[in-house]
């Protein structure tokens, strides 16, 4: 199977600041790789993804960048806010088979 | 517009007891999964169903079993609830192993007493 390393585990930044959470993979058959954002008692959300066929992907203030020979991806969060503070979650996908998530980052945005 | 709705929100069962968390989605999505969330360990799979009837172990089915009848309702069954299941529990659908990413329900927060 797959082994999804994330890094940090927690991470607080002052309101503006950007935030960048990191994670590894291990099987360079892994091809989508989402990112989700769960709040304080709420549901994990999808936030961002990008497939393997594509290098960076930005939505606004969010951003995420894939290199396939390092096995890593990033999250970017620009110009922070307080409703960016959550745990953020990446996680990994084989081709046909289930997602594999990291252990999470909990974002503290300080205003 | 609640799409994967989990049917309790907290419980609170004693050692021994038989525990049914109920998931039901309204998407037709074929692919259904509980996890359990721990501070530190992040999200694990303990179940996962690509059809009806069928039924896959992830990585810490130990403890647990999973019913899938309808294609729209998972359940994941304690079979004697234990202290170390107390925990939270998500579930979440997909529409193809190839297509979509995951929806998850609200959570369930079980305390095992």
């Known amino acids: 199977g797959e082994n999804v390393e994330q890094h940090p585990s927690t991470l607080s930044v002052q309101e503006g600041d950007s935030a960048v959470i990191k994670c590894t993979y291990s099987?360079?058959?892994?091809?989508?790789f989402p990112w989700y954002k769960q709040e304080l008692g709420k549901r994990p959300q999808l936030i961002i993804d990008?497939?393997?066929?594509?290098g960076e992907k930005k939505d606004q203030r969010i951003a995420v960048t894939l290199n396939k020979t390092a096995k890593h991806f990033s999250l970017h969060i620009t110009e922070t806010q307080p409703e960016d503070s959550a745990v953020y979650f990446c996680a990994a996908s084989l081709p046909g088979n289930q997602f594999y998530f990291g252990t999470g980052t909990s974002l503290t945005v300080i205003p | 517009d609640v799409k994967v709705t989990q049917s309790s929100r907290y419980l609170v069962k004693r050692t021994g007891e038989k525990v049914f968390l109920e998931c039901v989605q309204d998407m037709d999505h074929e692919n259904m999964f509980w996890y359990r969330q721990d501070p530190g360990l992040g999200l694990r799979l303990i179940y996962f169903s690509y059809d009806v009837k069928m039924k896959e172990k992830g990585d810490i089915p130990e403890g647990y079993s999973v019913s899938r009848e309808k294609k729209e309702r998972f359940s994941l069954i304690l079979e004697s609830a234990s202290t170390n299941q107390t925990s939270m529990y998500l579930c979440a659908s997909s529409l193809r192993w190839d297509r979509g990413y995951y929806t998850f329900g609200s959570g369930t927060r079980l305390t095992v007493v």
């Open positions: 099987d360079s058959a892994s091809n989508y």
């Open positions: 990008i497939r393997s066929n594509v």
